[in-house]
């Protein structure tokens, strides 16, 4: 079974819908990512969780929240989504040990599209 | 704030040939780099990092990098392409102000031709 699993896989939405993307892992980490990827501009962090009573902003947070319900998961709303949020959805999970060097392990992705 | 610059959005190299993806960062001090590959339909995965120690890094599927300070520079290659190299790459430094983010590239999309 996968370490990191997102569900769903794609998910195709209206403008104004409100949708989440949830993310689970069995890893053990504390800490939980969420990215977007569009073509040409890489991976950008939406928010990120140290642990369940730790949650951050990444760059690029407006329009988007999220809920670490446990260790072990972690959730991406969308609260009324928009065409330009149409994207690439991965989650990450790391562990907090030797901070910076370790490396991050993804989720499969979520292909968003937003009509 | 860290940014990471990945030289050509597209590589195409031949199979058996050298493959080589540029990587260049900002830090007045020493970061951690990463290069992650991405299979179509897939997450990343890493193929090496660099923390500390020897400049010249060796990953999985015969793929190396080296750290260069002077040229803040941590390029990836691999002697010779296969077909399976096929994939988008991603340099990363981690972010060095106590938050320890990942900071991505663009990333690279190499081609490997028959």
């Known amino acids: 079974d996968a370490d990191v699993t997102q569900t769903p896989r794609n998910r195709i939405t209206k403008t104004g819908k409100r949708i989440m993307l949830e993310c689970s892992q069995t890893k053990g980490h504390d800490r939980m990512y969420w990215y977007r990827q569009d073509p040409g501009l890489g991976l950008r962090l939406i928010y990120y969780?140290?642990?369940?009573?730790?949650?951050n902003k990444g760059e690029i947070s407006d329009g988007y929240s999220v809920s670490r319900q446990a260790q072990a998961k972690f959730s991406l709303s969308l609260e009324s989504a928009i065409p330009n949020q149409t994207a690439l959805y991965f989650c990450?999970?790391?562990?907090?040990?030797?901070?910076?060097?370790?490396?991050?392990?993804f989720g499969p992705g979520t292909r968003l599209t937003v009509l | 704030a860290q940014s990471v610059t990945q030289l050509g959005s597209h590589v195409s190299v031949s199979e058996g040939a050298l493959v080589l993806l540029r990587c260049n960062y900002s830090s007045s001090v020493p970061p951690y780099l990463f290069w992650y590959v991405q299979y179509p339909n897939q997450g990343l995965q890493l193929l090496l990092k660099y923390t500390t120690g020897a400049t010249l890094v060796k990953g999985i599927n015969g793929f190396e990098a080296e750290f260069k300070k002077s040229e803040t520079s941590f390029h990836l290659t691999k002697p010779s392409a296969h077909m399976s190299d096929a994939a988008e790459y991603f340099c990363?430094?981690?972010?060095?102000?106590?938050?320890?983010?990942?900071?991505f590239g663009a990333g690279t999309r190499l081609f490997v031709k028959a």
């Open positions: 990450a999970t790391t562990d907090s040990g030797a901070e910076g060097r370790n490396e991050q392990f």
């Open positions: 990363a430094v981690s972010e060095m102000d106590g938050s320890f983010k990942t900071i």
């Open positions: 969780s140290f642990d369940v009573k730790d949650i």
